[in-house]
């Protein structure tokens, strides 16, 4: 069953719309505080992803509301003995960042990738959404694992609330992103109101709000508010008027990141195409996530969410049906 969402810290306001560096980096900012005003220029093309992607630490285990995982291990995958997952570097600590969002400090590009579910390829029966998340050199930093209620899963299909559970190299969930269920939820004319908005709250360490995605009203294209704690509007992202689903859109899906007045474009969100056979056949998402290097790291944790909740609004197919 449905792990319970974690209540806001006492005296939070309900939501609503209001060291190691590796080669190649960059260091990271002394400080992690509110965002500059001025963020550099994104980069222009995603790093290539790797050919093979291990599987997380062990298996997931919840036990008493807790959320649990082995001790990190170099797994192969199935048939590929002798390749062990690359995984990055653990950062050492740094004051005022919280445990685990180390990493995003040294990266200004993700890669998300889906993994293939065989049982619902092959039968149509909807399964917990995993993700591998990579770095440009092909080295993975986080896996996604989503928790959600089995009969949920099948009857509202992507409509579903659900929990992300975002781990480390070290198996520690360092990120939790929560979505609740809205029946009426997804429209952008109506998206003005908060019951027709789809939420997400992002926690890390979990129990700690760090920010919120919101999904804004619009006359046809989608558009969402990243938050901070405070409710105070960092980032914009707008996406396309036209979101083409299907094996015939060769094309990547393209969604801006703009600053809070719309006057930078500071990062994207790119679907990309994953190939004839994966779109035809699963609804295994890739993903691009572009973001200045020097953005508050918190706010890189509230971007990478709203890849979850882009890719269930409009990616996520029901019984390998475009919904």
Same mark, same amino acid.
């Given at each position: 069953?449905?792990?319970?969402?974690?209540?806001?810290?006492?005296?939070?306001?309900?939501?609503?719309?209001?060291?190691?560096?590796?080669?190649?980096?960059?260091?990271?900012?002394?400080?992690?505080?509110?965002?500059?005003?001025?963020?550099?220029?994104?980069?222009?093309?995603?790093?290539?992803?790797?050919?093979?992607?291990?599987?997380?630490?062990?298996?997931?285990?919840?036990?008493?509301?807790?959320?649990?995982?082995?001790?990190?291990?170099?797994?192969?995958?199935?048939?590929?003995?002798?390749?062990?997952?690359?995984?990055?570097?653990?950062?050492?600590?740094?004051? +005022? =960042? $919280?445990?685990?969002?180390?990493?995003?400090?040294?990266?200004?590009? *993700?890669? %998300?990738?889906?993994? @293939?579910?065989?049982?619902?390829?092959?039968?149509?029966?909807?399964?917990?959404?995993?993700?591998?998340?990579?770095?440009?050199?092909?080295?993975?930093?986080?896996?996604?694992?989503?928790?959600?209620?089995?009969?949920?899963?099948?009857?509202?299909?992507?409509?579903?609330?659900?929990?992300?559970?975002?781990?480390?190299?070290?198996?520690?969930?360092?990120?939790?992103?929560?979505?609740?269920?809205?029946?009426?939820? +997804? =429209? $952008?004319?109506?998206?003005?109101?908060?019951?027709?908005?789809?939420? *997400?709250? %992002?926690?890390?360490? @979990?129990?700690?709000?760090?920010?919120?995605?919101?999904?804004?009203?619009?006359?046809?294209?989608?558009?969402?508010?990243?938050?901070?704690?405070?409710?105070?509007?960092?980032?914009?992202?707008?996406?396309?008027?036209?979101?083409?689903?299907?094996?015939?859109?060769?094309?990547?899906?393209?969604?801006?990141?703009?600053?809070?007045?719309?006057?930078?474009?500071?990062?994207?969100?790119?679907?990309?195409?994953?190939?004839?056979?994966?779109?035809?056949?699963?609804?295994?998402?890739?993903?691009?996530?572009?973001?200045?290097?020097?953005?508050?790291?918190?706010?890189?944790?509230?971007?990478?969410?709203?890849?979850?909740?882009?890719?269930?609004?409009?990616?996520?197919?029901?019984?390998?049906?475009?919904?």
């Amino acid at each position: 069953m449905s792990q319970p969402i974690a209540s806001q810290p006492q005296g939070q306001g309900p939501p609503g719309y209001g060291s190691n560096p590796q080669a190649g980096y960059g260091a990271p900012p002394g400080q992690y505080g509110a965002p500059p005003g001025q963020y550099g220029a994104p980069p222009g093309q995603y790093g290539a992803p790797p050919g093979q992607y291990g599987a997380p630490p062990q298996g997931y285990q919840y036990q008493n509301q807790q959320y649990t995982q082995g001790q990190p291990q170099m797994q192969p995958m199935p048939g590929q003995s002798g390749q062990p997952v690359k995984w990055m570097n653990q950062p050492e600590a740094i004051s +005022g =960042c $919280p445990p685990g969002l180390e990493y995003l400090t040294q990266v200004d590009q *993700l890669l %998300v990738k889906q993994q @293939v579910e065989l049982l619902e390829m092959v039968t149509g029966w909807e399964t917990a959404n995993k993700y591998k998340v990579v770095n440009n050199l092909g080295q993975q930093v986080y896996f996604a694992a989503e928790e959600s209620d089995m009969c949920t899963r099948q009857c509202c299909g992507p409509q579903r609330g659900f929990i992300m559970h975002i781990t480390d190299n070290m198996g520690q969930e360092v990120i939790r992103v929560q979505r609740e269920f809205k029946c009426c939820a +997804g =429209c $952008p004319w109506c998206a003005g109101i908060d019951c027709c908005a789809h939420f *997400l709250t %992002v926690e890390s360490p @979990v129990g700690h709000p760090i920010g919120y995605v919101r999904q804004m009203g619009s006359c046809w294209e989608p558009r969402y508010a990243l938050l901070d704690a405070d409710m105070n509007m960092i980032l914009q992202i707008k996406g396309p008027c036209c979101i083409c689903q299907g094996p015939c859109c060769t094309w990547d899906q393209e969604f801006n990141v703009f600053s809070k007045d719309e006057s930078t474009e500071v990062g994207k969100i790119s679907k990309q195409w994953t190939g004839l056979i994966k779109e035809m056949f699963t609804d295994a998402d890739n993903f691009g996530v572009t973001f200045p290097m020097d953005l508050d790291v918190k706010m890189k944790a509230v971007l990478l969410a709203a890849v979850f909740l882009i890719d269930f609004m409009f990616f996520e197919q029901k019984q390998n049906n475009n919904n």
